[in-house]
């Protein structure tokens, strides 16, 4: 049994989404990020860099791993699923998700603060961390030309990408021309355990359809970014 320590965000996303596609049992709990509960002291103790995601493998000596793309990769190994053992099929699949870590998630949170939560809107910042997501995202078309999936098979690196990409609207960044990216995000969508795990721990949808629903989800992340 896993315990995932989560929140409604793309990081937190790309676990739940994992966990359902290996039909690994989890009990999920729920961490109020506006409120703080990242930072006492015993969640502290599972993740010291206070954020989420954290699991807890019960099975395994209650061992606690954090950090979203490490987890993902304990889940694979664990299950010896979403990501080959050979040499050179594991290192493509960390290599894109290393890009996936380094690029698209830092540059899309960062366009989410200066875009939507700052109350002051500094445009060349805007600018910069939207154009730098495009490009990103520019590099993922041109991948997805020529494969199904982005390491071959369907792997961890698809999930990873996905929950922050499928958010690009709320980010501010522009997909059309991308077609392959379009393709392949409708084909992540389709699939029922994805569709399931970014509805973990509750469904945030409304946010992007719902003006008041969307300055609610603001009011409170201004407060996370702030701690």
């Known amino acids: 049994m896993i315990d ?26 729920i961490i109020d ?29 209650n061992f606690a791993v954090f950090e979203s793309g490490a987890i993902l990769v304990y889940l694979a190994e664990k299950t010896g699923r979403l990501m080959p053992s050979d040499v050179k099929g594991r290192s493509l699949v960390l290599q894109w998700l290393m890009f996936q870590m380094s690029g698209v998630g830092p540059m899309m949170g960062q366009a989410n603060v200066f875009h939507r939560y700052f109350p002051e809107k500094i445009q060349p910042a805007i600018d910069r961390y939207q154009n730098e997501s495009r490009r990103l995202f520019e590099v993922l078309d041109r991948r997805l030309a020529e494969h199904e999936w982005l390491a071959g098979d369907y792997s961890i690196a698809d999930i990873a990408h996905w929950c922050w990409v499928r958010t690009h609207r709320w ?14 995000m409708d084909a992540m969508k389709a699939r029922p355990a994805c569709r399931r795990g970014v509805e ?21 992340a201004r407060q996370s970014v702030q701690r």
């Open 4 to 29: 995932l320590y989560t929140s409604p965000t793309p990081n937190g996303w790309k676990v739940s989404v994992a966990l359902e596609e290996l039909g690994l049992p989890y009990t999920v709990h």
């Open 33 to 61: 990020l506006s409120a703080g509960e990242q930072k006492t002291e015993a969640y502290l103790r599972l993740n010291p860099n206070g954020r989420i995601p954290t699991i807890v493998d019960r099975d395994n000596d």
């Open 171 to 184: 980010s501010g960044v522009n997909i059309e021309g991308l077609d392959h990216l379009k393709r392949w």
């Open 200 to 220: 973990v721990p509750v469904k945030v949808e409304s946010v992007l359809k719902d003006d008041a629903a969307a300055q609610a989800f603001v009011d409170r």
